[in-house]
């Protein structure tokens, strides 16, 4: 009997049925379909397998159901890199054959980690975890994702720094810079890479680390997915919590405390060096078809108690229900997980604001709340399920001295800038009908929010909190690591992100890519941050 792993709906599975029909395969890629399981590769194709739930999963199961309309010619699923080679050699004797890497399937950027009629090659199987206690780090396959990284982990009593929602995938994260709730004692995911096993745009199994291959070790860390596969990655570890216990959680408030929410966040990112082991993430979200505004607050310390003063001012704030408590990272990850929901179509678009000090940081952030706010109840049109959020997430410059401490990474942070909050935009909706609207709204809404901060607080010579001398000021910090910075991992489509690395960081990663891939392997034939 077939059966759909997500919940089965009449419109769900009729859905699948026209987006399967509608897809054609050219005569290559059949060939190329076939030659990958004929080196006895596990392969599901199309043509024969569409009703497999291994097939149905690979092709359905993306956090953005926009992903699912596409349908691949086959779904490759290797076990090791030598595998992964051997598919890259199939896919250049076919040089028109298009194709996609999957990890966890958490991008929402259509046509990144799916394709239509191309190769998907999907690293599930490749998702294994394991500890080497001698050098304290661990061998991560990309396929898995963070829940399963951790839980492996927990019975040695540490951690890596992980993504901050369990169920997202650990390849496309990592490539991706990665912010975690660890990041601010230890730097982002990719400071605490110190090796990546690729297989290149040539087929060749590499190591990139410190003395192996640099450049291309340099531009993994937060470059994104044009350099290579990545086979697996070996990570530093930390220690974790208190006896394996950690704080967190998630609280929501109703949207009437939006002010003094918004206050508590500029608040915490200015005083987040004082202790590097909390975090939070400060989302408010607003419902078109309710009006309903509440904010979402996931909170972390690493450590079962948190001392006085670390959040006083989100506690002093009533909650509409608050599941903060002292429990295993695993069962943190796991929880946040509550919040990542399936069944929708989905954008994410990026964007740095200042952290400016109080009280200006505080007013600033607020109206650029309040302008996103007016903006989407004034222009929404009306379509079933639309929902818009954003998040605050602090970019405390404790993070970008860790990252140099670790060797630098591709995204240029500098920081003697001082504090950041990256935000991120989402925009949620139910059906292709919302799809046009979707895209041109969360357009849109960045471009006000920028010119927002740019009118009112650019050029005016003022500093973030943690400022040092040296670094840039606000309206002077492009190429600087300032706000023009788009976090790669919540940047849209059409978003210039690694341009905005900064024009020496763009121009070393471009020569990087060109070397690696010189016939255009990934710039020409899968989805991605491409060099222009
Ligand atoms: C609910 C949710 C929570 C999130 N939380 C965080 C967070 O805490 N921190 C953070 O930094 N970001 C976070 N993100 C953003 C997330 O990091 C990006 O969306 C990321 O691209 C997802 O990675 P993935 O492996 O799940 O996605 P996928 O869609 O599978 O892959 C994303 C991209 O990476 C490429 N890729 C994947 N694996 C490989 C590989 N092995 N080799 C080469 N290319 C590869 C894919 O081809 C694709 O282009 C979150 C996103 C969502 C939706």
């Not at 739930?53 to 953005?64: G, T």
């Not at 054959?97 to 009629?117: E, I, L, R, Y």
């Not at 970019?395 to 003697?416: F, Q, T, V």
């Not at 070397?515 to 020409?524: N, T």
Request: hydrophobic share 40%; proline share 5%.
């Amino acid at each position: 009997m077939f059966s759909l792993p997500s919940p089965c709906s009449a419109l769900i599975a009729a859905t699948y049925f026209l987006t399967v029909s509608a897809t054609t395969v050219s005569s290559n890629t059949t060939a190329a379909c076939t030659a990958i399981s004929g080196a006895s590769i596990e392969t599901l194709s199309l043509s024969s397998d569409a009703l497999n739930p291994e097939f149905v999963d690979a092709k359905n199961h993306y956090w953005s159901a926009a992903n699912a309309d596409l349908s691949p010619a086959c779904a490759a699923f290797p076990t090791s890199a030598e595998e992964v080679s051997s598919i890259v050699s199939t896919l250049l004797q076919y040089p028109d054959v298009k194709f996609a890497v999957k990890s966890g399937g958490h991008n929402p950027n259509v046509g990144w980690s799916s394709v239509d009629g191309g190769v998907l090659i999907v690293m599930s199987n490749l998702g294994n975890t394991t500890f080497n206690p001698g050098d304290n780090t661990a061998h991560v396959g990309p396929g898995a994702r963070w829940k399963d990284v951790i839980g492996a982990l927990e019975p040695y009593g540490v951690a890596v720094v992980s993504g901050r929602l369990g169920d997202v995938g650990v390849g496309g994260l990592t490539l991706g810079g990665g912010l975690s709730f660890l990041s601010g004692q230890y730097g982002l995911v990719c400071d605490n890479v110190v090796n990546y096993e690729v297989v290149l745009a040539n087929a060749s199994i590499v190591n990139a680390n410190a003395s192996n291959n640099p450049d291309l070790f340099f531009a993994l860390k937060g470059g994104g997915n044009q350099f290579g596969i990545v086979t697996s990655f070996t990570m530093k570890t930390h220690p974790i919590g208190t006896n394996g216990q950690v704080w967190g959680g998630i609280r929501s408030y109703a949207g009437i405390y939006s002010e003094q929410i918004i206050n508590a966040t500029q608040a915490f990112t200015e005083n987040y060096f004082h202790d590097p082991k909390a975090a939070v993430i400060v989302t408010g979200e607003v419902a078109i078809d309710t009006l309903l505004e509440i904010f979402v607050v996931f909170f972390f310390y690493d450590g079962e108690t948190v001392p006085a003063g670390v959040f006083d001012a989100f506690n002093a704030i009533p909650t509409i229900s608050d599941g903060t408590k002292t429990q295993t990272y695993s069962d943190l990850l796991n929880g946040d997980d509550n919040t990542n929901l399936y069944g929708l179509r989905y954008l994410i678009r990026g964007a740095t604001l200042p952290n400016l000090p109080a009280p200006t940081g505080q007013s600033l952030l607020l109206t650029h709340y309040n302008t996103w706010k007016a903006y989407v109840l004034l222009n929404s049109p009306l379509h079933p399920g639309f929902i818009f959020s954003l998040a605050f997430q602090p970019l405390p410059a404790i993070i970008p001295a860790h990252s140099a401490e670790a060797g630098g990474n591709a995204l240029g942070m500098d920081a003697r800038n001082g504090d950041f909050i990256w935000m991120e935009y989402d925009v949620s909706w139910l059906t292709a009908l919302g799809d046009e609207d979707a895209h041109a709204m969360a357009i849109n809404i960045t471009a006000t929010g920028k010119a927002q901060v740019a009118q009112t607080y650019g050029g005016k010579g003022l500093v973030n909190s943690n400022w040092q001398a040296g670094g840039a000021s606000i309206g002077e910090g492009d190429g600087k690591g300032g706000e023009n910075l788009y976090f790669l991992n919540d940047a849209m489509y059409d978003q210039e992100t690694l341009q905005s690395y900064g024009e020496g960081n763009y121009e070393t990663l471009k020569a990087v890519q060109r070397a690696v891939d010189p016939e255009g392997l990934f710039w020409g034939r899968t989805g991605g941050f491409k060099f222009t």
